[in-house]
């Protein structure tokens, strides 16, 4: 049972970034995947999550992210948009029954980075 979180790296101020989440080892169809982030010196994040029927959670309510899944690539994707200097962070996705409840597999962190 395994995630994979990818598709960090230095944006722009302002700028969009899409991580992805691959899945393996379980049906994933059937779980939540919820984003979270850490920044340097600081608590981990909550910032969005969709179930397996597609509903969603957003945690920050800010309308930047966006969360998506696409069920027959075992992937889901964190959709980032008008990106501020305060997103810099570890992202990770993990699995959960449904949103909002325990997290039971996290994925590798990926960093991004936004800096002018």
């Known amino acids: 049972v395994q995630l994979q979180a990818s598709g960090g790296g230095l944006v722009q101020p302002g700028g969009s970034l899409r991580l992805s989440c691959a899945a393996s080892?379980?049906?994933?169809?059937?779980?939540?995947i919820g984003w979270f982030r850490q920044a340097p010196g600081k608590g981990r994040e909550g910032l969005v999550c969709?179930?397996?029927?597609?509903?969603t959670v957003d945690y920050l309510h800010h309308g930047r992210f966006t969360v998506s899944r696409d069920n027959a690539k075992n992937t889901a994707y964190l959709q980032m948009v008008r990106l501020e200097a305060e997103d810099t962070a570890v992202y990770y996705c993990?699995?959960?029954?449904?949103?909002?409840?325990?997290?039971?597999?996290w994925g590798s962190g990926t960093q991004v980075t936004v800096s002018s």
């Open positions: 993990a699995r959960a029954e449904i949103c909002a409840h325990d997290y039971d597999i």
């Open positions: 080892g379980f049906d994933f169809a059937n779980y939540a």
């Open positions: 969709m179930n397996g029927n597609r509903g």
